[in-house]
Structures are given as structure tokens and as C-alpha cells.
């Protein structure tokens, strides 16, 4: 809620250096009003950036939302190393449900990424965020090849996409509640899948 | 928000008859400029029913699309039938992946789904239409329940959460081609799991 009255000037040329405020408060007025109503000038009046300064480092909403999306501190979660493909999938399953369920970060992460479904250029960046993501989770994927756990053609691309997008279809999409072994349930069928008894 | 422009007379009654009409203009403007810009005056304004009529069927913009999204024929999809439980999975993830990038029902699909995450009163209208999907989808695990292809404490729920979620991941988060096998690859992953050689 700071608005930059007669302040500018102090922030000139200080784009790297502010970049964290004017990430926040893309974030926070992203998740507060939309994509669709969030402005260059909203967002330089909240971070008391002068909006000269933050369309010389990004040329439209879009492109800065995109830079906000992989640099917040907010939306990364740290890789697991708990000895098992299943352990490391099950920490993974968590931390996304986590960052799409627990305030605050999860209305920026919902907010941002059911707009890049309606925005083209806001794709591109998602598309950015996704890979940047998927390149910190290769860790757990090599470990697991490396212990015999994962044969040598198996795609963690698609193993991932199953997984979080279970999380994203049951508390985005669906809003239905989910038990406590949510994400014990949800690997057991990507790793052991359907055995009829 | 009801503001009887003195218009109502015309339309008395005719709610129902010409609701397909108001569904495809509400659908449709959702598509074209997103939720946050949808307006019943717009929709009033698209479908040539009065406004008045619409406010008399539907309190809200987020009631109204509640139910477009359930009673649109553009949403819907046959339940397949294909004699396996295999078959009929593949077939729900093609039927899932056309829905969301054929348009004209994609671009309606997409945006409805992603408004739903950040409209409080929009979601329970999202969770009126995927318990509606996803009593359609049932015969097809009753089926293979019978069959035996799948044990008694499976959850197809979870099943088609993860399945569903693959393909939004992929085709509207992460906006990655697919191959052309990615159903195959995808009902292989959540029925066989992961095999290690």
C-alpha cells in the first residue's frame, strides 16, 4: 500500500538492486486483482519504483511477471533427498501442494499460472518457469537412475506432469479436500500403478 | 446488481427456452476477454435476452457460468466404450487433450477452468461440473471393476486427477507439444507404474 508521493528520484537506476520490492508487488497485486487489471503503473506506485525505471528492465507486464514468477524466493521449494525415488516424490507432491494450498505464496502461484492459461505472452514465461523448476528437480531423477530405481527410458517430464498436476486438478481445479496420505496415494500409482488383486 | 431498465415483458418465461443462447454468449465472451471483464450486460447485450431475465435465472455472472459450464453441449464428451480398461483411459485422455486446445470448446474450457481458480464463488460451480464429469466417467471403472482389471480400493478419482492433470499441465501450464503417444504414455505410466530394469 506505499505510494511513491513525490519519492522517485531515490530509485533511479536502482532496478537490480529493487527488484525483490517490485517482484513482491507484481506478485501481490497479481494475486489481489488479476492479471487482466494489473498495471506497470499500479505496480511502480506499490513498490515506490519509478515506472520509467521498471519498463527499462521489463517492456510490458508480461515479461516482468514472467522475471517474478522464477525469481521469487516465494514460489521455490527446496529439492528432497530422502535416499528413494518414492521418499524424494513424495516431498516433491508435498511442496507443490504446499506452494498451490498455503498463503501467501499459493494465491500468487494460482493466480499466476491460471493466468498464463488466457495470456500468449505470459506463456512464454510460464513455459520459463516450468522448465527452471523441472531442471531443479533432475537431481532427484538422476539419484534414482543411478540406484536402479528408474529404467533408462522412463520420462520424468511426464512422471511430473502426472504428479503435479494431480495436485493442481484436485485443490485448483476441483477444490475437493484431500486425506493426509494425499501424496503416499498419488506416487503409489506412478510408481507401482494398478495391480487388480 | 439488477438494474430493470423497464425492457422486461419481451423475454418473461423464456429463460429456459433460449438458454442455450445465453450459455454461448457468456461462454463465448469468457473466452474473448476473461473473467474478470465479464459483464451480464454483455452477455444480455450478445445473446439479445434481457437482462432482467438473465438476473432472474441466475444472481450472478459466476451462477451463470456455473451452469454454461455443466449445460453446454461445447464441454461435453462421449464416455468411451472400447472394452478396456486401457482403452477406455486412453480415450478419456485424447477426449480430455481435445478439449483443451480444440477451439472453439478449448478456449471456453480453458478459461472457465482457469477463472475457477481464483473466484471463490466461480469454484463451486467448477466443483458442480467435474463431480457432474465425473459421474459420467463412472460406468467405465465399474466396468473394469467388473472385468477385474482394477482391485476394490482403487480410486478412480485419483485415477483421472492424475490423468486430467497430465494434460493440463502440459498442454495449458507448460505449453509443450505432446507426442503423438502421450495417451498411451500417460495411462501406462498411472496402470504400470514404474518398472525398473
Redesign the interface.
Known sequence: MVDGTGQHGRQRGEGPRRQGEIFDAALSLLAEN????LTIEAIAERSTVNKTTIYRWWPSKAALLGAALVGTPALRFDVPDTGS?RGDLEALVDAVLALLTKPPAADVA??A??????SPEL?VH??TF?ADRLARENPVFERAATR?????D??PT??M??????????V?????PIGEDFAR??VS?????????
Open positions: 488479476g492479471y487482466e487489471r525415488l494460482v493466480a499460472l491460471a493466468a498464463a492459461a488466457h506463456a510460464a513455459r516450468f536402479g530405481e528408474l529404467p533408462p522412463a520420462d511426464l512422471l506432469d502426472l504428479l503435479a498436476g494431480a495436485v493442481w486438478v484436485r485448483v481445479l476441483r477444490q475437493t496415494r498419488t500409482f506412478v510408481l507401482d500403478g494398478v495391480r487388480p488383486r
